[in-house]
């Protein structure tokens, strides 16, 4: 019987994952970065499986080169979603390809400190990524507004796994010093399905959104705890006017960034006035206007639900129920059945807030 290495379906889930985060971008191109990373996470599944499947050694030297590049693709990728500049325009962009570099070094002249160099790797990245984590999800300004909360979740959870994955080589180093190498395989085994999950979370940036962290709905708390000031007030209600006279919210790839930029003002300056005054986040400030452009075009036209949903500014079936049933108490379905069953009977219904 052919025996299939796991790290092998590994890979081809990852292959999937690749081309649903293509075609999800629907002709636009797609971040480098992250396709890059999740097509090197599958060269290095196939590379962990011929290693560990089939005991093939001399393939050793091209893993080694594999994992210096994943930490510094990872940060670059979520890295880009600060500030929304070029890929090629980034400051110190040939730096990040000096890890890989030096393992490449070290494989031709000098094989000793590979796994030493590849813990530090690791370590400094998933260092840096926790970083960017801690400054919430406003640090992605760059990010769409209608899946910013799930591409932080994804920076979490990177990080946490970068991090990992550095401990994870410091105890494969032990075991081989200790054992030889008896407990590696599984070591390993279980390192490459958290790289699945690693992947999983990062292609939801192309598009799918998930609940608000309990992290990011606490830092809304806290800054909406600070009474708001004067300079707090006027600039929610010039966004306010700016939002209702030019529909911004319709904007699918609407984010924190170009909200900014059209109000000549910091991304934290607008983010902290929202926080303060709507006691909410930027996104669901954004959505609470999706939300209700929505519920008017349920209740005055005959337009299909999922093209309603992406009139409204939304791009994802599950962001728009979960935030419609935020604003509403209900399902779009039900809510045009009411509205509908409320225009023959003369009743008006309204939002809650």
């Given at each position: 019987?052919?025996?299939?290495?796991l790290?092998?379906?590994?890979?081809?889930?990852?292959?999937?994952?690749?081309?649903?985060?293509?075609?999800r971008?629907?002709?636009?191109?797609?971040?480098?970065?992250?396709?890059?990373?999740?097509?090197?996470?599958?060269?290095q599944?196939?590379?962990?499986?011929?290693?560990?499947?089939?005991?093939?050694?001399q393939?050793?030297?091209?893993?080694?080169?594999?994992?210096?590049?994943?930490?510094?693709?990872?940060w670059l990728?979520?890295?880009?979603l600060?500030?929304?500049?070029?890929?090629?325009?980034?400051?110190?962009?040939?730096?990040h390809?000096?890890?890989?570099?030096?393992?490449?070094?070290?494989?031709?002249?000098?094989?000793?400190?590979?796994?030493?160099?590849?813990?530090?790797?690791?370590l400094?990245?998933?260092?840096?990524l926790?970083?960017l984590?801690?400054?919430?999800?406003?640090?992605?300004?760059?990010s769409?507004?209608?899946?910013?909360?799930?591409?932080?979740?994804?920076?979490q959870?990177?990080?946490?796994s970068?991090?990992?994955?550095?401990?994870?080589?410091?105890?494969?180093?032990?075991?081989?010093?200790?054992?030889?190498?008896?407990?590696?395989?599984?070591?390993?085994?279980?390192?490459?399905?958290?790289?699945?999950?690693?992947?999983?979370?990062?292609?939801?940036v192309?598009g799918?959104?998930?609940?608000?962290?309990?992290?990011a709905?606490a830092?809304?708390?806290?800054?909406?705890?600070?009474s708001p000031?004067?300079e707090?007030?006027?600039?929610?209600?010039?966004l306010?006017?700016?939002?209702?006279?030019?529909?911004?919210?319709?904007?699918?790839?609407?984010n924190?960034?170009r909200?900014?930029?059209?109000?000549?003002?910091?991304?934290?300056?607008?983010?902290t006035?929202?926080?303060?005054?709507?006691?909410?986040?930027?996104?669901?400030?954004?959505?609470d206007?999706?939300?209700?452009?929505?519920c008017?075009?349920?209740?005055?036209?005959?337009?299909?639900?999922?093209?309603?949903?992406?009139d409204?500014?939304?791009?994802?079936?599950?962001?728009?129920?979960?935030?419609?049933l935020?604003?509403?108490?209900?399902?779009?379905?039900?809510?045009?059945?009411?509205?509908?069953?409320?225009?023959?009977?003369?009743?008006?219904i309204?939002?809650?807030?």
């Amino acid at each position: 019987m052919l025996f299939v290495p796991l790290p092998f379906v590994v890979a081809f889930l990852l292959l999937i994952l690749l081309v649903q985060m293509i075609r999800r971008n629907d002709g636009n191109a797609p971040n480098p970065f992250f396709t890059a990373l999740i097509a090197v996470y599958v060269l290095q599944s196939v590379v962990i499986g011929v290693r560990w499947g089939y005991g093939v050694l001399q393939i050793l030297p091209f893993q080694a080169v594999l994992a210096a590049i994943v930490p510094s693709l990872a940060w670059l990728s979520f890295e880009g979603l600060r500030d929304g500049r070029s890929p090629l325009k980034r400051p110190l962009l040939l730096v990040h390809g000096l890890p890989a570099l030096l393992i490449v070094g070290f494989v031709a002249f000098w094989p000793a400190p590979i796994s030493l160099a590849l813990i530090l790797i690791f370590l400094g990245y998933g260092i840096a990524l926790t970083w960017l984590a801690w400054a919430g999800p406003n640090a992605l300004g760059s990010s769409r507004l209608d899946g910013v909360i799930s591409t932080y979740r994804a920076l979490q959870v990177t990080a946490f796994s970068i991090l990992a994955s550095g401990l994870i080589d410091i105890v494969i180093s032990l075991d081989f010093a200790e054992t030889g190498g008896v407990y590696s395989g599984g070591i390993v085994a279980f390192g490459n399905v958290l790289a699945l999950l690693i992947l999983g979370t990062a292609a939801t940036v192309a598009g799918a959104s998930q609940p608000p962290s309990e992290e990011a709905e606490a830092a809304a708390e806290a800054a909406s705890a600070t009474s708001p000031s004067e300079e707090d007030a006027q600039i929610a209600a010039s966004l306010d006017t700016l939002m209702q006279s030019r529909t911004l919210y319709r904007d699918a790839d609407l984010n924190l960034n170009r909200l900014a930029r059209k109000m000549g003002l910091s991304i934290r300056q607008v983010s902290t006035a929202i926080n303060r005054v709507k006691s909410m986040s930027v996104s669901q400030y954004v959505n609470d206007y999706r939300v209700r452009d929505a519920c008017r075009l349920l209740a005055d036209t005959d337009e299909p639900i999922t093209r309603i949903m992406f009139d409204a500014g939304f791009q994802t079936k599950s962001n728009f129920n979960r935030e419609f049933l935020r604003v509403t108490g209900m399902s779009p379905k039900a809510w045009r059945a009411r509205a509908l069953s409320a225009n023959e009977s003369g009743d008006v219904i309204r939002l809650a807030g």
